[in-house]
């Protein structure tokens, strides 16, 4: 069993940037990948960002790259996901996510197996 806590959002103006964290417990932490996603009112939730268990990879959307920066602090038992040049479509719930036993596509809901209470984060025009 993993649980998760995110903190770090809040209300930005466009432009602005937030630092979301992931405080994990339970399993390991440096024996499994971690991602985020996100999801919009009315919308799918969706991929942002994966990082292997060593940190030594990351993955993002397309509609991040670039903006978003993924890592993680094993020591810490820690991913954060730092968000520079905030755009108001950015604006959504923001969930971290545990990889599961069984694995699969980063990019996929179904790899993760344990999900964060989800932070709120607005940007405003």
């Known amino acids: 069993q993993v649980q998760l806590v995110e903190s770090g959002g809040g209300l930005v103006q466009a432009g602005g940037s937030l630092r979301l964290s992931c405080a994990a417990s339970g399993r390991t932490f440096s024996s499994y990948a971690m991602g985020w996603f996100r999801q919009a009112p009315g919308k799918e939730r969706a991929f942002v960002a994966a990082?292997?268990?060593?940190?030594?990879?990351?993955y993002y959307a397309d509609s991040v790259k670039g903006r978003f920066t993924i890592s993680r602090d094993n020591a810490k038992n820690t991913v954060y996901l730092q968000m520079n040049s905030l755009k108001p479509e950015d604006t959504a719930v923001y969930y971290c996510a545990a990889e599961g036993a069984k694995g699969g596509s980063y990019y996929y809901r179904g790899t993760y197996d344990y999900w964060g209470q989800g932070t709120q984060v607005t940007v405003s025009s």
């Open positions: 990082i292997s268990w060593s940190g030594g990879s990351t």
